[in-house]
């Protein structure tokens, strides 16, 4: 069982950056794939990036360039760069880890308008 908190979130202008963070407790960090989805009112949780245990990551199309997804097994944290932020990119940003099963974060809201 592991505990994921995320943080990070807020409003930000077209072009600006964010970096979200998920702080995992409760089981040994480095055994899960850490993730990050997000999801709008109406639509399907969509995967934005992942990284595995030996930090091998995968991006969505939308997000390639632009949002760095990274691990810091020493402080049980995963983090997500984002830069270049546009209006499409205006969701809730969910943590997720995957070790035999998948456990979730509360999520944080990312809002990008001017």
């Known amino acids: 069982q592991v505990q994921l908190v995320e943080s990070g979130g807020g409003l930000v202008q077209p072009g600006g950056s964010l970096r979200l963070s998920c702080a995992a407790s409760g089981s040994p960090f480095s055994l899960y794939v850490m993730s990050w989805y997000r999801q709008v009112p109406g639509k399907e949780r969509e995967l934005v990036a992942s990284i595995a245990q030996t930090g091998g990551t995968n991006y969505a199309d939308s997000v390639k360039g632009r949002f760095t997804i990274s691990r810091d097994n020493a402080k049980n944290t995963a983090y997500l760069q984002m830069n270049s932020l546009q209006p499409e990119d205006t969701a809730v940003y969910y943590c997720?880890?995957?070790?035999?099963?998948?456990?979730w974060g509360q999520g944080t809201q990312v809002t990008v308008s001017s």
């Open positions: 997720s880890a995957f070790f035999i099963r998948r456990f």
